[in-house]
């Protein structure tokens, strides 16, 4: 157990639809961030938070949306979805110094499937 | 951007069998670490080893920074070792993002 905590586990939804994905990270971390693995692409970042504010950006999608709350949970938003956004949607988060040596701890994901 | 690469792509073997997976990459790094991903989907801590050599049980890893390259070893490998394994390495810029490599898919035959 990574400490990091995703929900849903698995989700199936139709095209068009929006979904948000949940996640909180190991006690005491303050950076989260999202990973998308398909199975042609890898696994590519799309943002960080730090402490409720977006640090870094990867190659989100306009249709996708994240933030970061108070409390240090974050949520993924995905909307007017389609077939290839099928994906397994990671976090992870990390203590993050500041200095590229935090250790990334990743949750178990949330497995999209757009029908 | 910092490239990493990972050696081979492929590997299958018989049970009992050891394997070095290779992760090469293309700048100075201050971090490196492995994963394996299971067939379910997880992915799990392997190392986090920017430099030297570590080991836990029948895994162990080396990172030679100076030349770019790190390398995981498995030995006596067993059915449950199946999955593939990652290695990332920070991008530029200090935000503590990794760049993950395409991945070494292991299969070990019973």
């Known amino acids: 157990d990574s400490g990091v905590t995703q929900t849903p586990k698995h989700l199936i939804t139709a095209t068009g639809q929006r979904v948000t994905l949940r996640c909180s990270p190991r006690?005491?971390?303050?950076?989260v961030y999202w990973y998308q693995q398909s199975l042609d692409q890898g696994l590519q970042f799309l943002i960080q938070?730090?402490?409720?504010?977006?640090?870094a950006k990867g190659n989100i999608l306009e249709r996708f949306s994240a933030q970061q709350f108070p409390d240090l949970h974050s949520e993924l938003n995905l909307s007017s979805l389609e077939l290839g956004d099928s994906a397994l949607y990671f976090c992870?988060?990390?203590?993050?110094?500041?200095?590229?040596?935090?250790?990334?701890?990743f949750g178990e994901g949330s497995r999209l499937t757009v029908l | 951007g910092i490239q990493v690469e990972q050696s081979p792509p492929d590997l299958i073997l018989q049970e009992g069998a050891n394997s070095t997976l290779r992760c090469n990459f293309s700048?100075?790094?201050?971090?490196l670490q492995w994963f394996h991903q299971n067939p379910w989907g997880q992915l799990i801590n392997l190392f986090y080893?920017?430099?030297g050599t570590k080991q836990n049980g029948r895994l162990s890893a080396t990172t030679v920074a100076t030349e770019r390259y790190s390398l995981l070893y498995i030995s006596s490998s067993q059915t449950t070792d199946s999955g593939v394994y990652f290695c990332?390495?920070?991008?530029?810029?200090?935000?503590?993002?990794?760049?993950f490599g395409q991945g070494t898919t292991l299969q070990v035959k019973p």
């Open positions: 992870a988060s990390s203590v993050d110094p500041g200095t590229n040596t935090g250790e990334l701890f």
């Open positions: 006690s005491g971390d303050l950076s």
């Open positions: 938070y730090y402490n409720g504010e977006e640090r």
């Open positions: 700048d100075s790094v201050n971090n």
């Open positions: 080893i920017p430099s």
């Open positions: 990332a390495v920070p991008s530029s810029g200090n935000t503590g993002k990794l760049i």
